[in-house]
């Protein structure tokens, strides 16, 4: 999305929210362009990396981590599992809830995935020192848990 140098913005210019906004939209973006080889959305990627980093969780345990609606993880979780990439079990203390596994074959689509996802956050931190980095991500991991 360009911007009119026509348009005034107004407060929108210097405004936190709007801002990240648009910088979550153009990461989104680059996402999609750059890791469709491995064709999964930010979102399922996210999903998935839990799961590998932390087999055994339940879905209700990672979409608290994710801050996903329980009802919106299911349907994520169907469309991994439809890929062959992650499978629920039922969990030993409660029959009604699962545990998460990724599986042999989504074990191998994760590291293709990995790579291709370092590549894209490496274009996105061209610009910026390590320095610069280190306190974007920390800046944005402190707002995300006020």
């Known amino acids: 999305m360009v911007k009119s140098k026509s348009i005034n913005m107004g407060f929108l210019d210097d405004s936190l929210g709007y801002q990240l906004r648009r910088a979550q939209l153009a990461v989104f973006h680059d996402f999609a362009e750059n890791c469709r080889s ?57 029959r009604r809830s699962y545990a998460l596994f990724v599986t042999g074959r989504g074990k191998d689509w994760y590291q293709q995935a990995l790579t291709q996802v370092e590549q894209h956050e490496a274009g996105l931190y061209m610009d910026l020192s390590e320095e610069q980095r280190q306190f974007l991500v920390g800046f944005l991991s402190k707002l995300a848990t006020r």
């Open 38 to 94: 491995i064709g999964t959305s930010a979102g399922l990627f996210s999903i998935v990396t839990i799961v590998y980093n932390n087999p055994g969780l339940t879905q209700s345990a990672i979409a608290k981590a994710l801050g996903i609606d329980r009802s919106a993880m299911v349907a994520a979780i169907d469309k991994l599992e439809a890929k062959g990439l992650i499978e629920r079990r039922k969990t030993e203390n409660d």
